[in-house]
């Protein structure tokens, strides 16, 4: 019989990002997960954009350690961290600093090229620019938001596709990134602490690993462990410890990377990867021998807070 563990946990879930039903999905599997594991007293927040009626949430649950499932803007960038530093809550994953870093694309990418990691090239395009019809770099390329993760709002412009964007169909802000297109396959490693856990290669048959293909049923096939070989998959797991490091992260982070056949070129690092069904983090934890409890456990009793 597993003994009760009496800490309190409150999880965030859900909130008000575009990526508000996977965190519902994250969450609801965290809490599940927490209570497989022993803990006797788990509530749920689902966060509203009320800031003091969230934090009179907080204060009802009396959390010893919040789990954070949030993903998406106001839950990974930064700012639901600063309100637990300021309430000296201890919490999963990466703190504010790293969190707002990870989130921002521009300021993450120079921080990985500062440590050495093979990054694509890019510009920082005007919507004005965007909407004129000139390509900003050349053919294929990726427009990117300049802080949403989970591919929210990614698009690819490439040979032959004649698509373009008017002033009343625009999804974007004013400024966008423009990334060169890096083709290969697409690797993806979870980072523990500071151990890898595993590498996976993502396939999809919609061409690019966008949100549909991350979160629907049968939107993407996993292969763990990547058929890549033993020194490749030394590579990019150490490619993705760097990132981590780099970002300043702290818990569980997932880094996505293009193999070009020569380069492993770093796409992003998620310091809120996903906890649903079909994520990976979950599965590369499985194959390193860590069940979906334990991983949530082991992410309450190493959170932490800037406080």
């Known amino acids: 019989m597993t003994t009760p563990i009496t800490r309190r946990v409150t999880v965030l879930m859900g909130g008000f990002s575009a990526e508000r039903d996977v965190s519902l999905n994250s969450g609801a599997a965290a809490v599940k997960a927490l209570k497989d594991y022993g803990y006797v007293d788990v509530a749920a927040i689902d966060v509203p954009r009320d800031v003091p009626a969230f934090v009179q949430a907080l204060a009802e649950t009396k959390p010893d350690v919040v789990l954070n499932a949030l993903h ?79 591919s ?19 999804p974007f802000g004013d400024k966008v990134m423009v990334e060169a297109f890096v083709p290969g396959r697409e690797l993806t490693v979870a980072v523990m602490g500071d151990r890898a856990l595993a590498v996976t290669e993502i396939t999809t048959q919609r061409g690019f690993y966008d949100y ?82 334990a991983l949530c456990h082991w992410m309450v009793e190493t959170a932490a807070c800037d406080c």
């Not at 600063?82 to 921080?111: E, F, N």
């Not at 690819?156 to 964007?165: L, P, Q, Y």
Request: with cysteine; aromatic share 6%.
């Open 72 to 150: 998406g803007r106001f839950g990974e960038d930064g700012a639901i961290q600063g309100i637990l530093d300021m309430m000296r809550i201890p919490y999963s994953h990466s703190g504010r600093l790293a969190s707002a870093i990870a989130m921002d694309k521009p300021t993450a990418k120079l921080l990985f090229a500062q440590a050495g990691l093979s990054v694509a090239e890019d510009r920082i395009v005007g919507r004005e620019e965007m909407l004129s019809g000139v390509d900003p770099l050349p053919r294929p390329y990726v427009i990117k938001p300049l802080n949403e993760g989970s």
């Open 152 to 170: 929210v709002g990614v698009h690819i412009m490439r040979e032959g596709d004649n698509h373009r964007f008017a002033d009343d169909d625009w």
């Open 212 to 293: 549909d293909a991350k979160y629907a049923a049968g939107g993407s096939l996993h292969v763990l462990p990547a058929d890549i070989g033993p020194e490749l998959t030394e590579r990019a797991m150490e490619v993705a410890v760097r990132a981590h490091q780099a970002l300043g992260c702290r818990g569980v982070s997932r880094t996505d990377i293009r193999y070009d056949g020569e380069r492993l070129v770093i796409l992003e690092v998620n310091t809120q990867p996903g906890m649903t069904a079909t994520s990976l983090v979950p599965e590369q934890a499985a194959f390193a021998g860590i069940p979906f409890p």
